[in-house]
């Protein structure tokens, strides 16, 4: 079982990116959903976790800007992000407990340039 995180990238202050996770391997089941970011030096901070019962949280610094949906179908979860700004530099990571254990992708770096 394995989480493949893509859609990373450089994009200008203002501009908008997709990032994408899929769950492969024998699942048989999915909970949570989320993503996460880290920057060097820094603690691996939530950014939005989509909830098995449909619900969302988002992290302050980004609501309003960014949007987390999954496709329960394809075993993935996907981050919507607008209004990007410098701060929103870093690499993001996805989450997910499959199989009721927790499971971590290997990061999409995402540089937003001023």
């Known amino acids: 079982v394995q989480l493949q995180a893509s859609g990373g990238g450089l994009v200008q202050a203002g501009g908008s990116l997709r990032l994408s996770c899929a769950a492969s391997?024998?699942?048989?089941?999915?909970?949570?959903m989320g993503w996460y970011r880290q920057v060097p030096g820094r603690e691996r901070d939530l950014v939005a976790v989509?909830?098995?019962?449909?619900?969302?949280i988002y992290a302050d610094s980004v609501k309003g800007r960014v949007t987390i949906s999954r496709d329960n179908a394809k075993n993935a979860v996907y981050l919507d992000m607008h209004t990007l700004k410098p701060e929103d530099t870093a690499v993001y990571y996805c989450?997910?407990?499959?199989?009721?254990?927790?499971?971590w992708g290997q990061g999409t770096l995402v540089t937003v340039s001023s």
């Open positions: 989450r997910a407990r499959l199989n009721r254990a927790w499971y």
């Open positions: 391997g024998r699942i048989f089941s999915i909970n949570d």
């Open positions: 989509s909830t098995v019962g449909g619900g969302t």
